[in-house]
């Protein structure tokens, strides 16, 4: 590497940062300037946005604290924040009723809807990029925010690579190299999930596996997990 191409390198990573600290930054602002309008907090958006997303008997608590990627305690003091609200309820789980579910008030259904349309100003702009722009910058996010769990930086989200299903470059050379086992599919980089209903997290070894082979673009067989038949219940 000569002495000028390793300064020009160093350049795109901070460029890279500096870009999506102003993605993050307009996002803040747009979600505090829409929550504040109503009366909610981002955080507390994010919570009705996800309950939205996950019909049926409602979350754990658990469970929003991993959507989110938050930790208990805030999703906590949120859904407190909401059932004062009459946002949202606490009732016991039909499958298991020691378990409490947190879901929706008529009321919350409402604000969610409303909640939803808040990053509608994001979207137009990452429409304006090709298909191929999107699947690239999809990887690519998808690949900083598993580096940033493995490293423990921020907990598990709801993504293919943290995935018990997902097996990373099971097909590698094809254009859908991986395989979600819960689908019994090969899905290729434009279905990879940042948020997925049926995301279910991995074993540690599984995660520290998928996340080598997912970055290993050119998919190297000898690295790649075999594929376990699956029964494929229909996924949300
Ligand atoms: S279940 Fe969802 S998150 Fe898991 S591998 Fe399949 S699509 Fe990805």
């Given at each position: 590497?000569?002495?000028?191409?390793?300064?020009?390198?160093?350049?795109?990573?901070?460029?890279?940062?500096?870009?999506?600290?102003?993605?993050?930054?307009?996002?803040?602002?747009?979600?505090?300037?829409?929550?504040?309008?109503?009366?909610?907090?981002?955080?507390?958006?994010?919570?009705?946005?996800?309950?939205?997303?996950?019909?049926?008997?409602?979350?754990?608590?658990?469970?929003?604290?991993?959507?989110?990627?938050?930790?208990?305690?805030?999703?906590?003091?949120?859904?407190?924040?909401?059932?004062?609200?009459?946002?949202?309820?606490?009732?016991?789980?039909?499958?298991?009723?020691?378990?409490?579910k947190i879901s929706l008030t008529k009321q919350g259904?409402?604000?969610?809807?409303?909640?939803?349309?808040?990053?509608?100003?994001?979207?137009?702009?990452?429409?304006?990029?090709?298909?191929?722009?999107?699947?690239?910058?999809?990887?690519?996010?998808?690949?900083?925010?598993?580096?940033?769990?493995?490293?423990?930086?921020?907990?598990?989200?709801?993504?293919?690579?943290?995935?018990?299903?997902f097996r990373a470059n099971a097909h590698p050379g094809?254009?859908?190299?991986?395989?979600?086992?819960?689908?019994?599919?090969?899905?290729?980089?434009?279905?990879?999930?940042?948020?997925?209903?049926d995301h279910a997290p991995g074993s540690a070894e599984?995660?520290?596996?998928?996340?080598?082979?997912?970055?290993?673009?050119?998919?190297?067989?000898?690295?790649?997990?075999?594929?376990?038949?699956?029964?494929?219940?229909?996924?949300?």
């Amino acid at each position: 590497m000569t002495s000028r191409s390793k300064p020009a390198s160093a350049g795109l990573n901070s460029q890279l940062i500096a870009g999506l600290e102003r993605l993050g930054s307009a996002l803040r602002a747009q979600a505090w300037s829409e929550a504040f309008a109503r009366g909610l907090t981002p955080t507390q958006g994010q919570v009705l946005t996800t309950l939205r997303t996950h019909r049926g008997e409602g979350l754990r608590l658990l469970d929003i604290a991993e959507a989110l990627s938050v930790t208990p305690a805030t999703a906590s003091e949120t859904v407190r924040a909401l059932v004062a609200k009459g946002l949202v309820k606490k009732t016991q789980a039909l499958s298991d009723g020691r378990a409490i579910k947190i879901s929706l008030t008529k009321q919350g259904e409402g604000e969610a809807l409303a909640v939803a349309q808040w990053p509608s100003f994001l979207l137009d702009a990452v429409d304006e990029l090709s298909d191929e722009d999107q699947t690239a910058m999809l990887r690519g996010v998808l690949t900083i925010i598993s580096s940033l769990q493995g490293r423990g930086y921020i907990p598990v989200a709801q993504m293919c690579v943290s995935c018990t299903n997902f097996r990373a470059n099971a097909h590698p050379g094809e254009p859908k190299a991986h395989h979600c086992q819960l689908l019994d599919a090969a899905i290729g980089d434009p279905e990879l999930r940042a948020q997925c209903a049926d995301h279910a997290p991995g074993s540690a070894e599984l995660q520290a596996e998928n996340r080598a082979n997912f970055m290993t673009a050119a998919g190297d067989p000898k690295r790649r997990l075999p594929v376990v038949p699956a029964k494929p219940p229909a996924i949300r």
